[in-house]
């Protein structure tokens, strides 16, 4: 019933900044708890970051939990991610997902809804 549609994706210099979007379609936004995945080739699909339903809690994996920020606007039916300080390494397609249970968040199977996917690549 949600369908998710990411942009922001793009080709930067390492130590640069990115701002991803995640627009999702559906009546029911604000009911969801919010995630952000990446996957690089060759790779298993790991999890990023996520964010609450209200907004007010985030959760982040250690390797960008002083360089990414997650949040959300329930108004305008979108989550973000703002990335800085980015590195070679975080080069993958980051994916946005939806989920509306609270365990295992860290999981690709706590989410139900996914998007296509935006490519960001860092160089150097």
């Known amino acids: 019933q949600v369908q998710l549609a990411e942009s922001g994706g793009g080709l930067v210099q390492a130590g640069g900044s990115l701002r991803l979007s995640c627009a999702a379609s559906?009546?029911?936004?604000?009911?969801?708890?919010m995630g952000w995945f990446r996957q690089a080739p060759g790779k298993e699909r790991e999890f990023v970051a996520r964010?609450?339903?209200?907004?007010?809690?985030?959760y982040y994996t250690d390797s960008v939990k002083d360089r990414f920020t997650i949040s959300r606007d329930n108004a305008k039916n979108t989550v973000y991610l703002q990335m800085n300080s980015l590195k070679p390494e975080d080069t993958a397609v980051y994916y946005c997902?939806?989920?509306?249970?609270?365990?295992?968040?860290?999981?690709?199977?706590?989410?139900?809804?996914w998007g296509q996917g935006t490519q960001v690549t860092v160089s150097s």
């Open positions: 997902a939806a989920g509306s249970v609270t365990t295992a968040i860290r999981t690709m199977s706590a989410y139900n809804y």
């Open positions: 559906g009546r029911t936004f604000s009911n969801y708890f």
């Open positions: 964010i609450s339903r209200s907004g007010t809690l985030t």
